[in-house]
């Protein structure tokens, strides 16, 4: 397979275009990889709907994969532990994911926003 642009795995928990801050930098991250390479961006989907409008407006190549925790976690997580444990466990599961995509297809750069 003759590939002419890198695959890149992108871990942004925050991720929002158009946002500052944390969620900012995740999107400016994102959006700025795919100018060079295939991205797959890995992020909660709270904006889920802004991100995929995003893409496809601009016609970018990011591939978005969508990590949650489920609710009811959530919720007791955070009235016990707080969130550190939620964004612990957020990067557990997407270890598990990129383990995953790792299998499935050859992926040149891995990084953590």
């Known amino acids: 397979m003759n590939r ?9 928990y925050s991720c929002k275009p158009g946002a500052g801050s944390e969620r900012g930098v995740g999107w400016l991250w994102a959006k700025a990889a795919a100018t060079f390479a295939d ?23 990011i591939t978005a994969h969508y990590i949650d925790i489920p609710r009811w976690i959530r919720i007791m997580l955070r009235h016990n532990v707080g969130d550190g444990i939620i964004y612990i466990i957020w990067q557990i599961i997407a270890g598990q994911m990129i383990r995953r ?6 992926i040149d750069i891995t990084h953590h926003v």
């Not at 002419?4 to 942004?12: D, G, H, M, S, V």
């Not at 991205?39 to 190549?61: G, P």
């Not at 995509?101 to 050859?106: D, H, I, P, V």
């Open 4 to 12: 002419t642009r890198p695959k890149a795995i992108l871990i942004c």
């Open 101 to 106: 995509l790792e299998r499935e297809q050859q």
């Open 39 to 61: 991205v797959i961006l890995l992020t909660e989907s709270e904006f889920q709907s802004e991100i995929d409008a995003t893409i496809a407006e601009l016609d970018l190549s």
